[in-house]
């Protein structure tokens, strides 16, 4: 699709604050968390407000869009615009939209929260941790100093009180985020939304695996 028919097509997918990405992505630790859990999901991210503007949030290794909180490229907790954020990742693209959406108090506050977390590094232990169980020996992993995707991610659900507060967001991969959360009744189930399918011959609009 042309610049323009990109950005016409993500406005019209018409997201909102607490809904969740997942992404599939192509580098090598991409697969290495994919082959995991036999999932097509590698990362996730959240979407809630920046000065007023819905955003995503992720936690990344190698940013590839300025966040729009410093303007800088960096790993770690950042947030990029929609439209970019999407445009710019080299796979595919899922949303689980939010089935009890955030009131719009909840979703300042979430994002304000966000903000806060801004610039806290990329937790690789806890990649290795999701990636080869036995490393569990060591811990947990879960610190909130650094963020893992899926830790940013459900405990922003937690903060808004969508899911159990007693868990521990270390437990939490990719591929339970976009499995678990909807077969809980907290996410609708996965829609595929880039490449827009339309585009991409041979591939579902939806799944529920």
């Known amino acids: 699709m042309d610049n323009h028919k990109t950005q ?3 406005r019209s997918r018409r997201f909102a604050a607490g809904d969740v990405l997942g992404f599939s992505g192509r580098h090598f630790d991409s697969w290495c968390i994919r082959i995991r859990d036999l999932s097509r999901w590698s990362h996730v991210a959240i979407l809630a407000p920046y000065e007023g503007e819905l955003v995503i949030w992720e936690s990344v290794s190698k940013p590839t869009v300025p966040c729009v909180v410093c303007g800088e490229l960096h790993a770690g907790v950042h947030a990029v615009p929609i439209d970019h954020g999407i445009q710019s990742y080299g796979g595919r693209i899922w ?3 939010i089935k009890d959406p955030l009131d719009q108090c909840s979703a300042e506050r979430l994002g304000i929260w966000l903000t806060k977390q801004h610039g806290k590094p990329y937790d690789h232990l806890q990649v290795l941790i999701s990636v080869l169980p036995v490393m569990w020996l060591w811990g947990s992993g879960y610190d909130d100093r650094g963020w893992f995707c ?6 922003c659900l937690r903060r808004a009180d969508r899911v159990d507060r007693s868990t521990s967001p270390a437990s939490w ?4 985020i976009m499995r678990r959360l909807p077969r809980a009744g907290i996410l609708e189930w996965p829609e595929q939304i880039w490449p ?6 041979g591939v579902n609009a939806s799944i529920a695996t």
Do not use: N
């Open 150 to 155: 899926a830790e940013l991610v459900f405990s």
């Open 173 to 176: 991969r990719p591929a339970t």
């Open 95 to 97: 949303v689980s939209r």
């Open 196 to 201: 827009d399918v339309g585009d991409e011959a």
């Open 8 to 10: 016409r097509f993500i």
